[in-house]
């Protein structure tokens, strides 16, 4: 049973407690992980794409996370998944977890390992190719940072995906507009990036990445399209923690103050009831 | 000996054309240079199979990873100055971490790419390729072991680098030995032993063995996995080695022989012949640079006189 919009949105306030948790208490990336949280569980929540529950099988779509440090988010939502207990996620990044600090294939689910930019969506692309060749009804998605878009690698799977003229391709840009060391306007703006991917012969929407009922829209036509396509995420740096939106510190925690950490908790818990 | 002068990479485009009639899960991720590897063919007669990257070595090699995540077996070809050198941090992480079935070909190796110059003579590619987990690293002696190890590779599903060379070389690979992943072979028995890899070797194979020439010579064309038993067991009875490579002398076959037998309490009388800490430079004729570079016919007679 696929959930509805209502069912995904109390679900995602779930996950973001159970992703403040983890981070709170194993430190790990927050503002990333928060802002693409909504798309990860549309993703595998919805029934849209295929992703079978408890445990993956050959037959499911696809999903590559290029930029790594969104582990928090993919594994707390595989977890809700069921593909493996979710008492581990307090293991996270330690030593012998299957829940390594940076996305890897040691968690089931994760088909594609990552944590230096630039490389999945050529990774995505690669894979595409390969089901398109063998006639093989599947989808590939695969979610990038705004900030990895200043890798060129990206530009060159941009380009590639565009020639094998790659329909079953779904990139998802989580455009939060920071990265670890201030906005992307101060960093490297991104200028138009819709215009960018649109001259590179994609199929271009973007969406307010945390409005369920959007996303689900946009999901459900970018499988018709001829052209690879990329769905421009708009989101929230940190979405659900006040203090931390649009406040690139965030982009990881160390040992953050026991306070504050009562402070998210509490903002998110009221989502809960 | 006179030997006749064979091309590696033409033997390299028809043994994987050759072995891609039958395994139809070879694949090709081409950086714009499928005439230089003779690959035209294979990409007329398997389109489907041939794709074609165009100039971007970092893509390249990410998407040759993911489509060997389909179940296939993926050569990824290209010149050794641009990949692996261009894309190395990519190979190491959705080549070698994801563990991908990905086969990495690199031309134009070493001093050998001639009149190219110091940018197209990779002299670097064994020390990239070695130290990265889950690789195996390979250097052909010439156009025949150049197919048994494309043969070889193609049946393993682990990633792997072969270095091929520019021009023809001299076929010395005696055609009846086999290659085998992890094994050297002794190809003349003598006093001094000689590690190599490459078709530099012609030069220490093409030595008469006389008495004063009593080499050992052992093809390593194995880098990694390196046959450190057949190597140690050599040097433990010459007590005499002597390492010949067209590639840099920090990271390459010598200095991994070197750790070996420090690990094995071993001290033989050592001179290992390779570039030392330099680029190359543009010559018509490679024999030249060998001279230049002190690896060459001339290095290598003085080498033999000293130890023996």
Not at chain 1, 230 to 244: E, L, N, Y
Not at chain 2, 143 to 168: F, G, M, N, Q, W
Request: proline share 3%; charged share 20%; glycine share 6%.
């Amino acid at each position: 049973m696929a959930l509805s919009t209502s069912d995904l949105k109390k679900l995602s306030w779930q996950l973001r407690a159970d992703l403040l948790d983890m981070v709170y208490q194993n430190d790990g990336h927050l503002g990333g992980p928060l802002s693409s949280l909504d798309i990860l569980n549309t993703i595998y929540f919805s029934d849209i794409f295929k992703f079978s529950k408890k445990s993956p099988k050959p037959t499911d779509d696809n999903f590559i996370l290029s930029a790594g440090h969104l582990a928090t988010a993919l594994y707390v939502v595989l977890a809700h998944k069921l593909y493996f207990d979710k008492k581990k996620l307090a293991t996270f990044s330690h030593f012998k977890s299957i829940l390594e600090g940076h996305v890897s294939t040691t968690v089931p689910g994760v088909s594609y390992s990552s944590g230096s930019l630039g490389q999945g969506l050529s990774f995505a692309a690669g894979l595409a190719l390969g089901n398109l060749l063998d006639k093989k009804n599947k989808f590939t998605l695969c979610l990038t940072s705004d900030g990895e878009h200043q890798e060129g690698q990206t530009w060159e799977a941009a380009m590639f995906a565009s020639k094998y003229k790659l329909k079953n391709l779904i990139n998802i840009v989580d455009h939060n507009k920071y990265q670890i060391d201030g906005s992307l306007e101060d960093i490297m703006p991104l200028d138009d990036l819709a215009q960018k991917y649109i001259s590179f012969g994609w199929t271009v929407k973007e969406v307010d990445g945390h409005d369920y009922k959007k996303l689900l829209k946009i999901f459900q036509i970018s499988k018709l399209s001829n052209y690879p396509t990329c769905i421009i995420a708009h989101t929230t740096f940190a979405k659900g923690v006040s203090f931390a939106h649009f406040d690139y510190k965030y982009h990881d925690l160390k040992n953050l103050d026991p306070t504050l950490y009562q402070l998210a908790k509490n903002e998110i818990s009221k989502h809960l009831n | 000996m006179k030997s006749v002068n064979t091309s590696i990479r033409q033997s390299f485009g028809a043994t994987l054309f050759k072995l891609a009639k039958t395994n139809k899960n070879i694949y090709v991720v081409d950086a714009d240079l499928k005439s230089s590897l003779y690959l035209s063919e294979f990409a007329k007669v398997f389109p489907k199979r041939f794709i074609e990257v165009g100039v971007a070595e970092n893509n390249a090699a990410s998407v040759a990873a993911g489509l060997a995540k389909t179940g296939k077996t993926v050569f990824l070809t290209s010149f050794s100055c641009f990949s692996p050198a261009i894309n190395w941090a990519v190979i190491r992480q959705s080549i070698c971490y994801n563990n991908s079935n990905v086969k990495i070909i690199g031309s134009h190796s070493g001093l050998m790419s001639g009149s190219l110059g110091a940018t197209h003579q990779m002299l670097e590619d064994i020390a990239l390729m070695q130290v990265l987990p889950n690789m195996e690293v390979f250097s052909p002696a010439d156009a025949i072991e150049t197919a048994k190890i494309v043969s070889a590779v193609s049946r393993s599903p682990k990633p792997s680098y072969i270095r091929l060379v520019r021009p023809d070389t001299p076929a010395f690979f005696p055609p009846k030995l086999s290659f085998t992943i992890g094994k050297s072979q002794i190809l003349t028995k003598g006093n001094i032993t000689l590690l190599f890899h490459g078709p530099i070797g012609h030069l220490a194979f093409n030595l008469s063995n006389t008495k004063e020439n009593s080499l050992e010579i052992i093809n390593c064309s194995s880098i990694k996995p390196l046959d450190s038993k057949t190597i140690l067991k050599s040097i433990k009875k010459t007590g005499k080695l002597i390492v010949l490579e067209d590639h840099q002398k920090i990271g390459g076959l010598g200095q991994a022989v070197s750790s070996l037998l420090l690990e094995n309490k071993l001290a033989p009388r050592f001179i290992h012949l390779a570039v030392d800490n330099q680029f190359g430079r543009s010559s018509k004729d490679y024999s030249k640079l060998y001279d230049h570079y002190g690896i060459g016919i001339k290095a290598l007679k003085l080498a033999v006189k000293k130890l023996n």
